[in-house]
């Protein structure tokens, strides 16, 4: 019989063997005993020291691991699979130089070695060198066709590049080779989204899930392609999962959050952002959705805290400062708002969106020219943008270049056939020159572009349009915008009677007395009760197309407003009262609200009484301009019937652009209304006369922002219509006894 002296392996090799096992099984903790057991009795063990490094890296402990892969480079410089493990640690760690360094020299070893390629590439595409990342792709799939890492990586670059047919091919590689993995049919998925097939793309997400059905990261695409596809409840439902799966997922929360905020639920949306807020306070994402979401739902000082946060957090987010701008903007604090634009266009000097938005703000501020300036830019950049050229339009329909407005909202509307707002912009433009029949009708087109931007009441009944009335038949008139517009337009009450309809109108609460009697009229409501049965419905502003209004056809031009009269001061002077400034909430109010300071002067112009009928009146203000002259009224003027009480007893009144004028026109009392040189288009141009109101008298800008012309001319006016309260006066100086 035969023997044979077989050698057994030593300790050491068996504990590496053992650990190798452990290593493979995924128990690294008990790997890791086994090799600091050899390191420990052979510190120089390269394989140990190799091995404990990888293990280390999978740990995310990797400084450690970079320092004990270093000892064993130490021992084995020419090991191309130690070279390009310890470029992984150095990839994690971010020193892509030295990550860079590590993949080249394993290259140069072993230039077939495909992992250090498709390794080389990625720290490319870290450094944004994205050509060389792609020729490392490409290398390593022609040393390996079906190698997995570099078909994604390789795939994902052309989908990032928008080449999207490229992506499609690899990705339909990786399907071919690895069927059975949901990664290779979750990125075929994103791509096709990204190519715009999205009924494809879920078919593809889908298989994704069949094969992985809890993967989250396959639900969480699902969720984005069902949004693309205004699937939104089964978007929600796709991220709710996720958020069940993982409860300390914040991108779940707020990707929930995004879908309700689609779906016009805003606020259980905030509760969804706050939810993600807590588990990860600084999610940028979440912390932006929110102050969107808030900003929707018109909450603006809380969406500007939530934007300023985000903006000091993230000083280079340039959404976040848009964003802050546009608030700003809506609160009319115009010089905060203008310097975020300046300041986003610091971080995307090349975003048309923002030079367009600057130039709303400056617009707004009545710098014109600089706004037009900033126009021309976007439009520069972005050529076909219609909404710039239609801003355009309005800047110069409000410098009164009327020609070249239409000719610019025309060019918008053939860029974009559903830019509404052309439309109702060019309406703007016929009426103010006069041309009321073809602006009435494009008027009507200010329906559809409200309807896009807030919303609108659905009403069942047909829109009066003029029709002949059956007998008994009701139609109910409804006010649309501001009160000043419902006081002009209710004239119409009483010709709608006439056509044989009973009449109901509906106006806002402040309205509601003023107009009770209002002839014409037999059942006014306020806005929010429960409408009567009617068999018609037509909003105010709607009734000047129903009637073929022109010109020489106003109706009422005298008066139809019958107020008793309330006398504020008891004497014997002539009265006068007075309005210097509109709704501070008024995206024109800074051109048509006249400063307290250029107007008070006119206040001291005749010894006469001046009645303040500006509302609000802040206690401050009112201390500004008391003089023994000036009265207030008793009671605050928050109903439209008091203040028109007032008026009745008044000789004259001298308002801005405002409620108030239309109340005095509507009473047929005297007003001199002072008009900003882009005033509404219902003041007309140049004119100094009003044919909605025969009693007014219009005092207009001579150039943009010159209010100290209007009062000028105001000043004089009044001393011409007063001459006696003057002389009266200069009699009282003249004779009066002076004390020595």
Aim: proline share 4%.
């Amino acid at each position: 019989m035969l023997t044979t002296d077989l050698q057994q392996p030593s300790i050491s090799e068996q504990h590496l063997l053992h650990g190798q096992w452990l290593h493979e099984q995924g128990r690294i903790d008990d790997a890791q005993q086994c090799y600091i057991h050899i390191l420990q009795q052979h510190p120089r063990h390269r394989i140990a020291l190799h091995l404990f490094g990888i293990s280390l890296y999978q740990q995310t402990r990797y400084a450690e691991s970079e320092y004990v892969l270093q000892q064993a480079q130490e021992l084995a410089p020419d090991d191309c699979d130690l070279l390009s493990d310890r470029g992984l640690v150095l990839l994690a760690k971010e020193d892509y130089l030295a990550a860079l360094d590590c993949f080249e020299r394993a290259i140069a070893i072993d230039p077939a070695m495909s992992a250090a390629w498709n390794n080389l590439g990625v720290t490319f595409q870290h450094l944004q060198r994205l050509e060389q990342a792609e020729q490392c792709w490409r290398q390593v799939l022609v040393l390996k066709p079906e190698h997995r890492d570099a078909l994604i990586n390789l795939g994902n670059l052309f989908y990032k590049q928008g080449k999207n047919a490229e992506a499609l091919e690899l990705f339909g590689l990786l399907l071919q080779n690895y069927p059975q993995e949901a990664m290779s049919w979750r990125v075929t998925a994103k791509a096709l989204a990204q190519a715009g097939l999205h009924e494809q793309a879920l078919h593809y997400i889908q298989q994704a899930l069949q094969l992985s059905p809890d993967c989250t990261d396959c639900l969480t695409e699902q969720g984005a392609i069902l949004r693309q596809l205004h699937r939104y409840k089964e978007a929600f439902q796709s991220y709710h999962q996720v958020a069940d799966m993982e409860p300390n997922n914040a991108d779940a929360d707020n990707n929930c959050g995004v879908i309700l905020d689609d779906l016009k639920q805003h606020e259980e949306a905030q509760t969804y952002y706050q939810q993600a807020l807590k588990k990860q306070p600084q999610h940028i994402d979440a912390l932006f959705n929110f102050a969107v979401s808030l900003e929707k739902c018109g909450l603006w000082e809380q969406a500007r805290q939530r934007y300023q946060q985000l903006t000091h957090e993230q000083p280079n987010h340039i959404n976040a400062w848009h964003g802050l701008a546009g608030v700003l903007l809506k609160q009319r604090r115009l010089n905060d708002a203008l310097g975020c634009y300046r300041r986003a266009l610091m971080l995307s000097p090349n975003s048309a969106e923002l030079w367009h938005d600057c130039a709303i703000v400056l617009r707004d501020m009545q710098r014109h020219w600089l706004a037009l300036s900033c126009l021309w830019r976007a439009i520069q950049l972005r050529p076909h943008f219609a909404s710039a050229l239609n801003t355009h339009g309005m800047m110069l329909y409000e410098l009164r270049q009327f020609d070249d407005a239409q000719a610019d909202f025309k060019r918008a509307r053939e860029l974009d056939p559903n830019l509404s707002e052309t439309y109702w912009n060019q309406a703007h433009c016929h009426l103010i020159q006069g041309q009321m029949l073809l602006g009435w009708q494009l008027y009507e087109w200010r329906k559809t572009w409200l309807s896009e931007n807030a919303k609108q009441r659905q009403w069942q009944k047909p829109q009066w349009r003029g029709e002949s009335f059956l007998p008994g038949q009701t139609i109910l008139l409804h006010a649309e915008q501001g009160y000043g517009d419902t006081i002009q337009f209710c004239r119409y009450a009483s010709l709608v009677a006439k056509r044989g309809a009973r009449v109901i109108l509906e106006v806002p609460d402040a309205l509601h007395t003023l107009l009770s009697k209002l002839p014409g009229v037999e059942q006014i409501i306020v806005r929010g009760d429960n409408l009567p049965a009617h068999d018609w419905q037509c909003s105010l502003m709607s009734l000047p197309l129903a009637f073929a209004t022109t010109l020489t056809s106003i109706p009422a031009a005298a008066g139809y407003l019958n107020i008793s009269a309330k006398r504020v001061a008891n004497s014997k002077n002539p009265q006068i009262g007075f309005v210097w400034a509109g709704n501070a909430k008024h995206h024109n109010d800074r051109a048509r609200s006249i400063p307290l300071a250029t107007f008070k002067p006119l206040l001291s112009v005749l010894p006469t009484d001046y009645i303040c009928l500006q509302q609000p009146l802040p206690e401050h203000v009112k201390q500004t301009i008391s003089a023994a002259n000036i009265h207030f009224p008793d009671e605050t003027l928050n109903d439209f019937a008091a203040t028109a009480a007032i008026i009745a007893g008044l000789d004259l009144v001298i308002t801005v652009d405002t409620a108030v004028a239309h109340l005095a026109g509507a009473m047929g009392k005297t007003v001199w209304i002072l008009l900003a040189y882009n005033n509404d288009w219902r003041w007309l141009t140049e004119r100094a006369d009003s044919p909605w109101y025969h009693s007014a008298r219009l005092f207009r800008q001579p150039v943009l922002g010159d209010w100290q012309s209007v009062i000028a001319e105001v000043s004089q006016a009044l001393t011409q219509h007063y001459p006696l309260s003057l002389k009266r006066t200069e009699a009282k100086e003249s004779y009066e006894p002076k004390i020595i």
